[in-house]
Nanobody, 122 residues
Framework: QLQASGGGLVQAGGSLRLACVALRSIFISAYATGWYRQAPGKERELVAYISTSGRTTYADFVKGRFTISRDNPKKTVYLDMNSLEPEDTAVYFC?????????????????WGQGTQVAVSS
């Protein structure tokens, strides 16, 4: 139902833009959308989420570096990542929450994308 893309290999200090596109019957404007990441051997953790009203929330470790935004006509939510660090290396997932508010809790999300790999070299 969701398709994440935009990952790749980048040097430390570089930038990437991830995109999460809603497929088929999901109207992204009716869902809060979150970006999570999971590094090898670690639990999935919240990066940022955006509510249907546009309110944004960020994990402390990305504040000032990452920006989440949405383009409802394109059914797409973006994650702009700047000043990337090797510690940002992970698979990044997007998820949609039908409550519209967004959440830190992975169990509150109804749909998940397949993930896109981000690798940051030092």
């Amino acid at each position: 139902q969701l398709q994440a893309s935009g990952g790749g290999l980048v040097q430390a200090g570089g930038s990437l833009r991830l995109a999460c596109v809603a497929l088929r019957s999901i109207f992204i404007s009716a869902y809060a959308t979150g970006w999570y990441r999971q590094a090898p051997g670690k639990e999935r953790e919240l990066v940022a989420y955006i509510s249907t009203s546009g309110r944004t929330t960020y994990a402390d470790f990305v504040k000032g570096r990452f920006t989440i935004s949405r383009d409802n006509p394109k059914k797409t939510v973006y994650l702009d990542m700047n000043s990337l660090e090797p510690e940002d290396t992970a698979v990044y997932f997007c998820a949609a929450d039908s409550s519209g508010t967004g959440s830190y809790n992975v169990n509150d999300y109804d749909y998940w994308g397949q993930g896109t790999q981000v690798a940051v070299s030092s």
